[in-house]
T-cell receptor
Framework: AQSVTQLGSHVSVSEGALVLLRCNYSSSVPPYLFWYVQYPNQGLQLLLKYTTGATLVKGINGFEAEFKKSETSFHLTKPSAHMSDAAEYFC?????????????FGSGTQLTVLP | EAGVAQSPRYKIIEKRQSVAFWCNPISGHATLYWYQQILGQGPKLLIQFQNNGVVDDSQLPKDRFSAERLKGVDSTLKIQPAKLEDSAVYLCASAQGRNTIYFGEGSWLTVV
């Protein structure tokens, strides 16, 4: 069984400050890891994903995340927050097997960007 | 390329009534998912289809929820009878093979 824990259901940062959203996973097999963003009244949009290879992955809108196997973590960062980054962010995990993915999501982190 | 289409976007019903949500996946996507997202929680998988066959419905409350994907394209999720705790966003998603999963904008259900 796989699971995801997102530390901090609400995070507030000032515009221009570093964004750090934490995600830890549990998986009995090598995981694939994802970050999705959800803007109000919208569906989920993929920000970035880790499958294999380079552990530092870059996504859209200046976000990046680093897969750390020893820490079972996949934290999301952005050097400088923008007002448009205010949204809810979900970390998700899937296994590497099978013909189609199945995502298990964390409970989400609501990011507020203060002017 | 058109995205995942869902309707209706918003629905308010009384408890014990029934409701149905429709989803049209991205063209060519064989895999279709229905997720339930309760306020303040992450999405939870209800059912996964591969073409018109069910791959996983282990978390679908089968006493009140049903889903079908006739002809392997569109899908319908039905709730009957609805309970207050069914108030949630119902997200449809689709994928081709092990590629990126794309989500629709969701159908918001309020049960009063």
């Amino acid at each position: 069984a796989q699971s995801v824990t997102q530390l901090g259901s609400h995070v507030s940062v000032s515009e221009g400050a570093l964004v750090l959203l934490r995600c830890n996973y549990s998986s009995s097999v090598p995981p694939y890891l994802f970050w999705y963003v959800q803007y109000p009244n919208q569906g989920l949009q993929l920000l970035l994903k880790y499958t294999t290879g380079a552990t530092l992955v870059k996504g859209i809108n200046g976000f990046e995340a680093e897969f750390k196997k020893s820490e079972t973590s996949f934290h999301l960062t952005k050097p400088s927050a923008h007002m448009s980054d205010a949204a809810e962010y979900f970390c998700a995990v899937s296994d590497q097997g099978g013909s189609a993915r199945q995502l298990t999501f964390g409970s989400g982190t609501q990011l507020t960007v203060l002017p | 390329e058109a995205g995942v289409a869902q309707s209706p976007r918003y629905k308010i019903i009384e408890k014990r009534q029934s409701v149905a949500f429709w989803c049209n996946p991205i063209s060519g996507h064989a895999t279709l998912y229905w997720y339930q997202q309760i306020l303040g929680q992450g999405p939870k998988l209800l059912i996964q289809f591969q073409n018109n066959g069910v791959v996983d419905d282990s978390q679908l409350p089968k006493d009140r929820f049903s889903a079908e994907r006739l002809k392997g394209v569109d899908s319908t999720l039905k709730i009957q009878p609805a309970k207050l705790e069914d108030s949630a966003v119902y997200l449809c998603a689709s994928a081709q093979g092990r590629n990126t999963i794309y989500f629709g904008e969701g159908s918001w259900l309020t049960v009063v």
